[in-house]
């Protein structure tokens, strides 16, 4: 064997889950006497006893504001704080932890590029690329941005297999400034191509902004290779605490960047009629920020690096052919979104008329966490003519017999609105 | 779930009563539950103070649709002043069902639809009400 060729790692084994299931307090609860079946982790994951320890310990021993004390424990508090970014950098291959902006979500950080960038850079006539399978927070934003600077908007299309449409992809991104799109599709599991469709964003002279919320928990995710220009992504979708999240950028297009939010800490000197501002991340992070929070996803990373990435990608396409296999057997069952290949460990269905809310109410009596509704993709449901789908998603906690727990569930639904 | 998903339930969810809608209704409005997409529009027919037709349009969960659609049953041929007066209570004593708070907004769409059509109609200077029972909507 090559020295340079790593040899592949394995999935986790049943094992290596029930000993994870320990680690998660919440599987333990009994919703309607029965376990719970969660299966709701792209919605948001459950939390390991390692980062809520680690925010309950902040709170114990050193809770302090930061970048402002002297003393000892607010010392710490900022330790943990920046230790806490300089995990996160080295977990999806930033250069330099001051490329990673502390936001409250996801949706914030894709608005903080909109709103910053976007404002400096977008001006009447100018083109912004999107595609049809983007969350709402990578959507809106970007109108109010093209209404303001009364820019374009463009689309690349979903295929009906849920593939982006890649083959005018040029010609939509020819003269555009920004390419903003998912890395993987939070209502049909669709892994897409993101070197790529950067490469082409690149060549176009577009920045590439990428949306890895559903990425980031579950794949291993490298913005080197990627080489994209922005990247946001939540703490609470990868086992950390709500309230944070990541904006990565370019460390020169962030120092070209004027603030988001403005306030403390943000600034260097303050005059009654002027300031200046800090470089980043700081310029980034005006008041005291969610120091607790930090503090949590540090440690959340923590854990996904301790079970390791590449496995838990494995586990959880392991899981979800197995459930696409039952699925696609189950008369009255539709499966949206692409084959095995190209998707990931969420699936989006219906059976026969019942409606998705229905469907969930009928899990949930069993125990069974789905999510119902529109995912925050309108659009894209009106693409796949469809008002409301049943999401089911896994992660590294969730087992063989979860998915036979969720079949089970169906099959009940399916007897009560008499389908066969 | 047996008892929620009962027979009639599905029959009202599968064959909706007054189904469609009416040309040039006296009273229409249509709203949707945007948490779930849940969309009924109800158009009535008024003559001499009595709701003497009424057709309903919608989608979502068989909870929303059934309701509405006994809803419609419920309200033909009566009084305004009697539609006025009916509430949450009836609405859920005809569904017959015990209803999960996170289903009451299901259930209740219809009859709000029905509220606001007729306040649209006769009462234009009301400020919306959220939800019947009071429920930020």
């Not at chain 1, 990425?215 to 080197?224: E, I, Q």
């Not at chain 1, 700081?282 to 540090?298: D, K, Q, S």
């Not at chain 1, 057997?329 to 998705?356: C, F, K, N, W």
């Not at chain 2, 339930?9 to 189904?19: A, E, F, K, M, Q």
Request: hydrophobic share 40%.
């Amino acid at each position: 064997m090559s020295l340079l060729t790593a040899p592949p790692q394995p999935s986790l084994s049943a094992a290596d889950v029930a000993r994870i299931r320990e680690d998660f307090p919440i599987l333990a609860e009994r919703p309607h006497g029965l376990p719970l079946v969660f299966l709701d982790s792209a919605a948001s994951s459950q939390k390991p006893v390692q980062v809520i320890d680690s925010m309950d310990d902040y709170y114990r021993r050193y809770h302090a504001n930061i970048h402002r004390g002297v003393y000892h424990i607010s010392e710490l508090a900022t330790e943990a704080y920046d230790d806490a970014r300089a995990k996160v950098a080295a977990f999806i291959g930033a250069p330099s932890a001051d490329e990673c902006i502390y936001v409250r979500n996801a949706t914030e950080g894709l608005n903080l590029v909109a709103y910053s960038w976007g404002r400096q850079h977008v001006g009447p006539g100018d083109t912004i690329v999107l595609t049809e399978m983007e969350h709402h927070s990578n959507l809106v934003p970007w109108q109010i941005l093209a209404k303001e600077r009364q820019a374009r908007l463009r689309f690349v299309r979903v295929t009906p297999e849920g593939l982006l449409d890649l083959d005018d992809l040029d010609s939509l991104l020819e003269g555009a400034k920004v390419f903003a799109f998912t890395a993987v599709s939070n209502t049909l599991g669709t892994v897409n191509p993101v070197e790529h469709l950067v490469e082409r964003a690149h060549a176009a002279g577009a920045i590439a902004v990428v949306d890895a919320c559903q990425a980031v928990p579950r794949m291993p995710v490298d913005v080197r290779r990627w080489k994209c220009d922005f990247m946001a992504f939540s703490a609470h979708k990868m086992l950390g605490p709500t309230g944070i999240g990541i904006l990565w950028g370019r460390s020169d297009l962030l120092q070209g960047m004027p603030p988001f939010n403005s306030g403390g800490g943000m600034i260097n000197v303050v005059h009654l009629e002027s300031s200046t501002y800090a470089s980043p991340p700081a310029r980034f992070e005006a008041g005291t920020p969610a120091i607790a929070e930090a503090v949590g996803l540090g440690a959340a990373v923590d854990y996904l690096q301790a079970v390791g990435m590449e496995r838990i990608h494995r586990y959880e396409m392991e899981l979800a052919a197995g459930a696409l296999a039952q699925l696609t057997q189950e008369s009255g069952v539709t499966v949206y979104g692409p084959h095995m290949a190209a998707r990931t460990g969420v699936i989006s269905l219906t059976v026969g008329d019942i409606h998705a809310h229905d469907l969930a109410t009928i899990l949930d009596s069993a125990g069974i966490c789905v999510r119902a509704g529109h995912h925050c993709n309108q659009p894209l449901m009106e693409k796949l003519g469809v008002p409301a789908t049943t999401r089911a998603s896994f992660y590294l906690y969730n087992t063989p017999s979860e998915v036979d727990a969720l079949m089970a569930g169906i099959r009940r639904a399916k007897a009560l609105f008499k389908i066969s | 779930m047996d008892e929620l998903y009962r027979d009639f339930i599905l029959d009202h969810y599968r064959s909706p009563r007054n189904s469609g809608t009416l040309e040039n209704p006296d009273a229409t409005f249509e709203d949707d539950n945007p948490l779930c997409g849940d969309r009924i529009r109800m158009d009535l027919r008024i003559q001499d103070g009595v709701v003497s037709d009424v057709r309903f349009k919608g989608r979502g969960c068989a909870i929303s649709q059934a309701s509405a659609s006994l809803l419609t049953e419920a309200v033909k041929g009566r009084a305004l002043s009697e539609v006025a007066a009916i509430g949450k209570d009836e609405v859920l004593g005809n569904v017959g069902i015990s209803i999960s708070p996170a289903r009451l907004k299901c259930a209740l769409l219809g009859l709000k639809v029905l509220k606001q059509a007729l306040a649209v109609k006769y009462e234009p200077s009301t400020e919306e009400k959220a939800y019947p029972d009071g429920t930020p909507s």
